[in-house]
């Protein structure tokens, strides 16, 4: 008897760990310890095994299927120090580093690497994302420096514009499928809710060799979060009568993992705000309301040697369009659903990485005002069917030779619109193509490293049925912790369906015969530096770029006052400065950032030195982050700057500063993590708008409530 109680007792204590322990996750970021940019195409390995993954175009990568435990993690990228760092996979969770990587020249017998670092632009990954208490992508992306972001109100569409462009100019992907609105060209991220980001990147300047057609002034790349198990619940209420609500279960079993989840919001919206800068006499801000829900559903699997991520969805918003503060639109509404899936493929080997995605959206929006202010009443309603299909590939050559790396893909896509707001004349149908390549290498010459890259692409436009081709050339060199870089690039954006096709009204005139916007030679120079000195580091980075928009589509009223676009040439030029201290040891980052973009009229073939209409000639951002333990507080400050509300100088709206506050802390609830945050917008109760007419409610608190824990895990 005691023999067999001893066996049992023995079997219980070596079985208890094994049926207690579940697979868990490896999740981080890559970034230039100089710059800060992602840094993409890095080896992570796992000391002692066969695991190794490659992080994507945003720095990020993800490691499944891991035993808890210890692990060594090691990370190679040529033109980089290696750097080993130690990771602990607790049971069923995912844990998450941070890595940076020491910039270093790599000599291979005459022939210098190293990798390409941007010095505009950033990234912001799910752990910033969630210390700042964003809601959407738009916040999100506010925090990103030299990007402004557009707005009419608190709940009105938010867009951006990255130096000085117009919405339409910036091309916005989520997942690879673009967000851009067929009929008007611009992207509203209002519309993303920040709950369901990973990361955001942005990339300024002529984007098109890369990314395709709309990037002329840059990219903003939305990394959705993928399938693991976690589950979380968030809950929030604040002031202007807003709550929200949201959730996420997932659960893998062995190494396919799947989540759900969804969001809900709403805002009063209504507030007292003066009439005009003249009338001292206070009205009532109505029809300024929001109500928004979301889910989603997501599953990613090993399959053929890589990984098969799909995801899909449906976002649904009900809003008020308020219009002007002295001319309100009491009864005018949008209403708007969309349902978006991706099924995306990618395989990383020792030399090649393949991957290929299949995009598709179905969208209804409806705007209507039986009673508008002025003109006519309207109902009308837009349906959008579009599918897109990317396929790449890349290849790693070897350490020696001129070129190191080469790759390729196409783009196809269609798309069938069919809008009450567009005239008779506007296609119902598109069909549009891409094909891209680009190499990376290196030469030394006379010691001195030159890193080389080049990418080009052909595109056929759907609706004018023509090819435009777009390229983008960069050599750059390091100089011990120096980095300069120049670049040459070029690109186009279409006319969207709304321009050129909109239904004739009174006062206003289509123009089918809009051409593409064009940058035919942007030049940039780029430069940055980083030090590190008893813990604390330094990176300071510039960028000057120019490079004029040849047929740029602007709004402009003919002899009879007649408003129409057209499309008129504008010289553009400007730079980006930002400067960053982090002290690790007293958990403090201090950041600010300085943009100028002079995008002015080109009349008789000269400068005219009048910016065009709402594009605040400088811009600034002030960051200043404290996380002391399981606190963390965090104040920003952005400028936007003078502007003007027509092609004159006449009526400059003065710049102005806003400021935004948020402290939280974190503590643990057994398995559960918690996470309660107060978040104060326009802490001065600044109510300066970037756009003249539209007012703005001024202070705005938040409180929020985070929870999460790792999900359910079968072997």
Do not use: C
């Not at 207690?20 to 095994?49: I, Y």
């Not at 009308?380 to 080469?406: F, I, K, N, P, S």
């Amino acid at each position: 008897m005691r023999t067999a109680l001893l066996v049992i007792a023995l079997l219980l204590i070596s079985r208890t760990p094994l049926l207690a322990q579940f697979p868990g996750e490896l999740a981080g970021t890559v970034t230039d310890a100089a710059t800060g940019a992602p840094v993409a195409a890095a080896a992570v390995e796992l000391a002692g095994t066969a695991l190794a993954a490659r992080t994507d175009g945003a720095g990020a990568f993800r490691l499944r299927g891991l035993e808890p435990g210890s692990y060594h993690v090691v990370i190679r990228r040529a033109g980089y120090a290696l750097q080993d760092v130690a990771a602990t996979v607790r049971n069923g969770e995912t844990a998450r580093i941070s890595i940076t990587l020491q910039p270093v020249p790599v000599t291979l017998s005459a022939l210098t690497v190293t990798a390409e670092a941007e010095a505009a632009g950033g990234s912001v990954g799910r752990a910033e994302i969630e210390a700042s208490g964003a809601r959407t992508a738009a916040e999100v992306v506010e925090r990103v420096p030299g990007v402004v972001v557009r707005g009419s109100g608190p709940t009105g569409a938010r867009t951006v514009s990255i130096r000085g462009s117009a919405a339409d100019e910036v091309l916005v992907l989520v997942d690879g499928a673009a967000l851009n609105d067929p009929v008007t060209g611009e992207a509203d991220l209002s519309a993303v809710p920040a709950s369901s980001v990973e990361r955001v990147t942005v990339l300024p300047g002529a984007r098109t060799a890369r990314y395709g057609p709309r990037a002329q002034a840059g990219v903003v790349l939305v990394e959705t979060r993928a399938a693991a198990a976690r589950q979380s619940l968030e809950l929030s209420a604040g002031t202007l009568g807003e709550w929200s609500g949201g959730g996420e279960m997932g659960m893998a079993v062995g190494r396919t993992a799947w989540s759900a989840g969804g969001h809900l919001r709403r805002i009063g919206g209504g507030f007292d705000y003066l009439r005009d800068a003249n009338d001292p006499t206070r009205v009532r801000r109505t029809n300024d309301d929001l109500g928004e829900w979301s889910a989603f559903g997501a599953v990613s699997s090993p399959l053929a040697g890589g990984e098969l991520r799909v995801r899909g969805g449906w976002d649904a918003l009900r809003r008020g369009l308020p219009g002007t503060g002295h001319t309100p639109s009491p009864d005018a509404r949008e209403e708007m659903g969309r349902g978006r899936a991706s099924l995306g493929w990618r395989r990383v080997g020792a030399r090649t990485t393949l991957s290929a995605r299949v995009t598709g959206a179905a969208q209804r929006v409806r705007f209507a005002d039986p009673a508008p202010p002025f003109g006519l009443p309207y109902d009308d309603t837009t349906r959008v069917r579009t599918g897109d299909v990317r396929v790449e590939a890349e290849r790693a050559l070897g350490d020696v030779g001129l070129v190191r790396t080469v790759g390729g893909g196409i783009d196809a896509g269609a798309q069938h619109v069919d809008a009450g707001a567009l005239s008779d004349r506007a296609p119902r149908t598109r069909h549009d193509f891409g094909a891209f390549a680009h190499a990376a290498g290196g030469i030394s010459i006379s010691r001195l490293p030159l890193d080389l890259s080049a990418e080009g692409r052909v595109d056929r436009d759907g609706v004018a049925r023509e090819w435009f081709a777009s390229r983008a050339l960069a050599a750059g060199t390091r100089v011990g912790a120096l980095r300069v870089q120049v670049a040459n690039r070029s690109s186009f954006s279409p006319p969207s369906l709304g321009d050129q096709f909109f239904r004739e009204g009174v006062g206003v005139v289509p123009n089918p015969a809009l051409r593409p916007e064009r940058v035919p030679s942007e030049w940039e120079i780029s430069s940055s530096l980083g030090v590190e000195r008893g813990g604390a580091g330094l990176t300071v980075s510039a960028a000057g770029y120019t490079g004029d928009v040849k047929g740029m589509i602007v709004w402009l009223p003919d002899f009879a006052f007649r408003w129409s676009p057209r499309n008129v040439d504008v010289a553009r030029r400007g730079m980006d400065a930002r400067a960053e201290a982090n002290f690790p040891a007293a958990g403090l980052r201090v950041a600010g950032s300085w943009s100028i973009a002079r995008i002015t009229y080109i009349l008789d073939g000269r400068d005219s030195g009048i910016q065009v209409a709402y594009r605040p000639a400088r811009s600034g951002l002030l960051t200043a982050a404290w996380a002391p333990g399981p606190w963390r507080a965090e104040l920003a400050a952005r400028y936007t700057g003078l502007r003007y509300p027509a092609p004159a100088k006449v009526n400059a709206l003065p710049g102005f500063w806003s400021a935004d506050l948020g402290v939280s802390r974190a503590w643990r609830l057994g398995r559960w993590a918690a996470t309660g945050a107060l978040t104060i917008d326009r802490i001065f109760d600044e109510k300066q708008s970037l756009i003249a007419g539209y007012p703005e409610p001024g202070r705005r608190v938040r409180f929020d409530l985070r929870l999460t824990r790792a999900g359910i895990h079968h072997p």
